[in-house]
C-alpha cells in the first residue's frame, strides 16, 4: 500500500516499503510482466520503474480496448467500489492463468465480501488475500486454471 495504489482521495503513500514486500509475497517479481490500469496508473507506473521493476505497462480499461500479452499481475491504481471493480474487470482477461488481479476495494464497517468473491470468480479469480485497512481493503485474487474452473 504506496504511492503505487494510491487514488485521488489517499495520495499519501503508507508504508513505501510494504508495496515491495507484499508483491513478493503475491508471486510478483520485478522480472514478472506487470500491467496497470486505473486513474493513479502513470504514478504507479514511475513508481513501479524506480524501483526496478523491469515489464511494466499502462493497460487501458474498456470493452474493445487491445491487449497483446498477457500479464503476470495486474495493479489497478486507485480504489475500488462495486461498480468501479466491474469496470475493471474488462483487463483482468489478460492476467495469465496463476498471476494476480491487485486492487483496493473501498469498505464500511461490517461490509462484506461476499459480492465481490462471487463477481471475481465469474471472472475465473479467487481471492487469495485480503489486507483490512482504514475504509479500504487491498484484495489479491489469483486466476484460477482453466482446468480447474471447468471443475
Given at each position: 500500500?504506496?504511492?503505487?495504489?494510491?487514488?485521488?482521495?489517499?495520495?499519501?503513500?503508507?508504508?513505501?516499503?510494504l508495496l515491495p514486500r507484499f508483491l513478493r509475497e503475491a508471486g510478483v517479481s520485478k522480472a514478472s510482466r506487470i500491467g496497470v490500469t486505473g486513474p493513479s496508473?502513470?504514478?504507479?507506473?514511475?513508481?513501479?520503474c524506480r524501483h526496478g521493476y523491469d515489464h511494466v505497462g499502462y493497460i487501458r480499461s474498456g470493452e474493445g480496448a487491445p491487449h497483446e500479452e498477457q500479464s503476470d499481475a495486474i495493479l489497478v491504481a486507485h480504489t475500488c467500489g462495486?461498480?468501479?471493480?466491474?469496470?475493471?474487470?474488462?483487463?483482468?482477461?489478460?492476467?495469465?492463468?496463476?498471476?494476480?488481479?491487485?486492487f483496493r476495494l473501498r469498505t464500511h464497517p461490517g461490509s462484506s465480501l461476499l459480492g465481490v468473491e462471487w463477481l471475481l470468480k465469474q471472472h475465473g479469480f479467487s481471492v487469495e488475500r485480503r489486507l483490512e485497512g482504514v475504509r479500504r481493503a487491498l484484495v489479491v485474487a489469483r486466476r484460477v486454471a482453466a482446468l480447474q474452473r471447468a471443475a
Open positions: 500500500m504506496s504511492a503505487a495504489l494510491s487514488d485521488a482521495s489517499a495520495d499519501r503513500p503508507a508504508h513505501p516499503d496508473a502513470l504514478s504507479a507506473l514511475l513508481w513501479l462495486e461498480l468501479e471493480l466491474k469496470r475493471a474487470l474488462s483487463v483482468a482477461r489478460q492476467v495469465r492463468p496463476g498471476g494476480v488481479f491487485i
